[in-house]
C-alpha cells in the first residue's frame, strides 16, 4: 500500500489546479494510505494559547495533501472514494478568529487546546468547557479533484470537492467526485476529530489524521456535485446529495434536484422522487462559514428506497 506523507511540503499544496503536478500515480481500486496534517498545517502547536494566534500565516491554511493522478481517468468519469479508515492524532484544536465564522466579529479570539483520549475531546485550555466531553465522530473535510480550468482558493467549496466539512465524510462512507481533468488529481486534507452541522464558528476539533482510502473510478459516469453513500447509525445507511454555492437558498434547491437525479437511478420517477425528499429526506446545512460558497446536504435513508424494482 502506497504511503503520502503530507508532512512533507514537496506533498502539499495551497490552490485547486489542473495544472498542480502529481505526487503519487495509483491505479482504479488501489489503497492507499495518507498522512494529513492539521488544517493549519502544522502552524498551531499544543502548548499555544489564544495569544499565538496571531503568529498564524493564513495563506498555509488547509493545506492538502496530493493531487494524486488515477491511471484512466478522464474528463466525464467519476472517481469512487471508499474512506477505509480515520485515525486522528493525539489532541486538536478550535478557534474563534476575527473576521470569521457566522458570528464573526461578536466575539474576541479564543484558541482551544482539546485532548483525543477515548473515544472522546476534552478541553485542556483553563476552565474552559473544561466539564464538557465531546464524542468523536472524525471525518476528512476536503477530498476534491481538479478543476477543468482556472484556479481556486482552498477555503470554499467548489462543485469538485474540496472544503465541504460534511459530517458524512467518515470511515465507511464512500464519495463520488466528478473528474474533470486527466488522472482526476484527487487530493485530501482538513481532518476533524468532531463537528456540528454547519461548523458555525469557523472551526471543529481540529487535528491531524492517517486516513487510509480506496479509490475506484466509474467509466463515462458523468456527475455534477459531490454525492456520498454514508452510515448515520448502526441502523442507518444514507445516500446524500450535495448543493454547493454561493446562496444558502440554490444550493439547497440543488441537492433536492441532485437527490432527484440519483433517486431515477433507482427507478423513481422525478414526481416520485420529489414526494420523497420532502417526506423522507433529511435537509441539513454541512457547512455556512467558507464564504462565499456554502454546502446544503440532502440524506435519504436506503433502507426506504432499496426494495424499489427497476
Request: glycine fraction near 8%.
Amino acid at each position: 500500500m502506497k504511503v503520502i506523507d503530507g508532512y512533507k511540503e514537496g506533498n502539499i499544496h495551497f490552490k485547486w489546479s489542473p495544472h498542480s503536478s502529481p505526487v503519487a500515480h495509483i491505479s482504479p481500486g488501489e489503497k492507499i494510505s495518507i498522512k494529513i496534517p492539521d488544517s493549519s498545517t502544522m502552524q498551531i502547536k499544543k502548548d499555544y494559547s489564544t495569544a499565538d494566534l496571531a503568529k498564524i500565516d493564513h495563506s498555509r491554511v488547509d493545506a492538502a495533501v496530493g493531487p494524486v493522478y488515477v491511471d484512466g481517468a478522464e474528463k466525464g468519469d467519476t472517481l469512487k472514494i471508499k474512506i477505509e479508515s480515520i485515525e486522528t492524532g493525539t489532541w486538536g484544536w478550535s478557534a474563534m478568529m476575527k473576521d470569521f465564522g457566522s458570528l464573526s466579529n461578536m466575539f474576541g479570539e479564543k484558541l482551544i487546546i482539546w485532548e483525543l483520549h477515548d473515544n472522546k475531546a476534552k478541553s485542556i485550555t483553563g476552565d474552559f468547557l473544561n466539564d464538557v466531553a465531546i464524542p468523536l465522530n472524525p471525518f476528512l473535510g476536503i477530498i476534491g479533484t481538479a478543476p477543468e480550468d482556472g484556479e481556486y482558493g482552498m477555503i470554499p467549496p467548489q462543485a469538485f470537492g474540496g472544503n465541504m466539512d460534511n459530517r458524512f465524510l467518515r470511515a465507511g462512507s464512500t464519495l463520488y467526485l466528478p473528474v474533470n481533468v486527466p488522472g482526476a488529481l484527487v487530493s485530501f486534507a482538513d481532518p476533524h476529530a468532531a463537528q456540528g452541522d454547519g461548523e458555525v464558528c469557523g472551526t471543529a476539533i481540529e487535528t491531524s489524521c492517517t486516513a487510509v482510502v480506496t479509490v475506484g473510478l466509474i467509466k463515462n459516469k458523468r456527475i455534477k456535485y459531490p454525492r456520498i453513500e454514508s452510515t448515520e447509525s448502526i441502523k442507518s445507511d444514507y445516500i446524500v446529495s450535495m448543493g454547493i454555492g454561493d446562496s444558502m437558498e440554490e444550493s439547497a434547491k440543488t441537492a433536492v434536484k441532485e437527490m432527484i437525479d440519483i433517486l431515477a437511478e433507482y427507478g423513481f420517477s422525478s414526481e416520485e422522487s420529489y414526494i420523497l425528499c420532502s417526506v423522507a429526506g433529511n435537509l441539513r446545512i454541512s457547512e455556512m462559514v467558507d464564504m462565499p460558497n456554502f454546502v446544503v446536504s440532502l440524506a435519504m435513508d436506503k433502507s426506504i428506497i432499496k426494495n424499489k424494482k427497476i
